[in-house]
């Protein structure tokens, strides 16, 4: 039997990729370039998401998302007018294939998916008997909000934000990204004392599929070619 030290030692290690996350997204890139995208060419603004869905493609967040059926999206709104734009009232929404809308889901709620109730040290009010649990938020969770999140709510004129966005996607049946898509709306441009609700974005992810599909297709075609180069080799 393995001793327990021997046990911790290999959670350590299982773990140590969330446990010692890098802390920096990958870079990324101008809205126009993303495969799931959608442009509003006489607002001339872009609208892109790039889901994080696996644990590895994932890794530099400080917690298992992906391994708790949470999914981060990346957002990107790239602001090419002369006007700024307001996000004070902008709601964005993952609606899957039945037409299931889901919300974002605050640090609250990802603390409570993340750590079960029942793994809480029970604690009692002082002079009391009577038990709690605390719930406050993880550390975890408010330094990944901090440092990933999407949090900025005024875009300049010509200038662009990201941050991740994390949806709940335990109850859903089937992959949850098949037929989605994700819905902002409410987004208003503001120039001088004229303020305009853009028309709401809805960005499917089939091309991101689509173009994942092509990018391993090239690379089984790459490795098939330096197979038979190496193979015919006199």
Request: proline share 8%; hydrophobic share 40%; glycine share 4%.
């Amino acid at each position: 039997m393995l001793s327990r030290r021997l046990v911790y030692a290999f959670l350590l290690v299982a773990y140590a990729p969330f446990a010692l996350a890098a802390k920096k997204a990958p870079p990324v890139a101008a809205a126009n370039t993303y495969p799931a995208r959608e442009t509003h060419e006489k607002e001339k603004v872009t609208v892109a998401a790039e889901p994080f869905e696996t644990r590895t493609k994932g890794d530099f967040f400080r917690n298992d998302y992906a391994g708790h059926s949470i999914l981060p999206i990346r957002l990107i709104i790239q602001n090419d007018s002369d006007a700024q734009l307001d996000l004070n009232q902008v709601r964005i929404q993952l609606i899957v294939e039945d037409g299931t809308k889901l919300p974002a889901a605050t640090p609250e709620e990802l603390n409570r998916r993340l750590f079960r109730f029942q793994d809480i040290k029970s604690r009692r009010i002082p002079g009391t008997p009577i038990p709690y649990r605390p719930t406050s938020v993880d550390k975890k969770i408010l330094d990944d909000d901090k440092d990933f999140g999407f949090s900025q709510t005024l875009i300049p004129p010509h200038t662009s934000a990201n941050g991740f966005l994390f949806y709940d996607i335990k109850d859903l049946d089937g992959p949850p990204l098949d037929g989605a898509e994700l819905y902002v709306k409410m987004m208003h441009a503001k120039a001088g004392d004229k303020d305009t609700e853009l028309f709401a974005f809805s960005v499917p992810f089939k091309a991101y599929f689509a173009a994942n599909k092509a990018l391993r297709d090239a690379q089984k075609a790459s490795d098939a070619a330096k197979d038979d180069l190496k193979n015919n080799k006199p």
